[in-house]
């Protein structure tokens, strides 16, 4: 029933390397039938319309079930280097920029789990919970030429496939051999949490960077020096 092509293109066990652009149309879009669990891990401080373009580019391009968005809950390359939002206010903005978005959630696993994030536990800890879903873990261009500094991760490329994030004009970042990789393309939205949190230092309105729901989270909370008053 399911065309061959769409299940060979989503299996984790796929050697070859396969980009992906806006508009590229498989077999596979033919169907309704959706497969396997994106993970877009971040700090989400704040979360903006960077992280949700790239989920969806990726939700679509892969057609996948879901894409989860994982709030680091220490995360261990950026502890010590800023005073970052606690947890709970991260993973409130983060429900708040997914609302309305179809297929993308925010994900508190690694805040419940506690202590330093390592998305070594995070893949064991959804592989035994989706034991037939093939996971995605997604990343930026930036994010992926550090792969090999992460904790355990010569054990990462046996829980999931790699998707690598293009934006338009970035360098191609490669990785380890061990990794199934795809990558997705996507436009470029120059826009970064620490960019954001400069301009709210600043006085400056985080619209349209960030959605509304999320600047009403950040105000109610008052983040970043910014509230309702
Ligand atoms: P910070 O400035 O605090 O580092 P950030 O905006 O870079 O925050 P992260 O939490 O570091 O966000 O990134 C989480 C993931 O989102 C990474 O895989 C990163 O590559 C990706 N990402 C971040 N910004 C963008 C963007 N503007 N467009 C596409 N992907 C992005
Ligand atoms: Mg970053």
């Known amino acids: 029933?399911?065309?061959?092509?769409?299940?060979?293109?989503?299996?984790?066990?796929?050697?070859?390397?396969?980009?992906?652009?806006?508009?590229?149309?498989?077999?596979?879009?033919?169907?309704?039938?959706?497969?396997?669990?994106?993970?877009l891990g971040g700090t989400f401080d704040?979360?903006?319309?960077?992280?949700?373009?790239?989920?969806?580019a990726v939700f679509e391009a892969l057609l996948l079930e879901r894409v989860l968005l994982m709030v680091a809950n220490e995360p261990w390359?950026?502890?010590?280097?800023?005073?970052?939002?606690?947890?709970?206010?991260r993973l409130a903005m983060t429900r708040a920029a997914v609302t309305g978005t179809d297929g993308l959630e925010a994900?508190?696993?690694?805040?419940?789990?506690g202590g330093p994030t390592y998305t070594i536990d995070s893949l064991e800890e959804l592989r035994l919970s989706n034991p037939d879903t093939d996971l995605f873990l997604i990343l930026g261009a930036d994010a992926?030429?550090?792969l090999e500094s992460w904790h355990r991760s010569s054990e990462l490329p046996a829980l999931?496939?790699?998707v690598i994030v293009e934006?338009?004009?970035?360098?191609?970042?490669?990785?380890?051999?061990?990794w199934s990789i795809r990558r997705v393309t996507m436009p470029r939205v120059d826009i970064s949490s620490t960019h954001l949190r400069s301009f709210a230092a600043r006085g400056t309105t985080l619209s349209p960077f960030v959605p509304e729901p999320v600047i009403a989270e950040i105000e109610s909370r008052g983040l970043y020096g910014l509230d309702s008053s």
């Open 107 to 113: 994900s508190d696993l690694e805040i419940r789990r």
């Open 1 to 39: 029933m399911f065309p061959l092509l769409w299940v060979t293109s989503v299996t984790p066990v796929c050697l070859s390397e396969q980009t992906l652009h806006d508009g590229d149309r498989t077999l596979g879009e033919m169907s309704t039938v959706r497969r396997g669990l994106g993970i």
């Open 77 to 89: 390359q950026k502890v010590g280097n800023r005073s970052l939002s606690a947890p709970e206010d």
């Open 167 to 178: 934006r338009d004009g970035e360098t191609r970042a490669e990785a380890p051999p061990e």
């Open 144 to 146: 992926a030429a550090g």
């Open 160 to 162: 999931a496939t790699l």
């Open 46 to 56: 704040p979360p903006h319309i960077g992280h949700i373009a790239t989920a969806k």
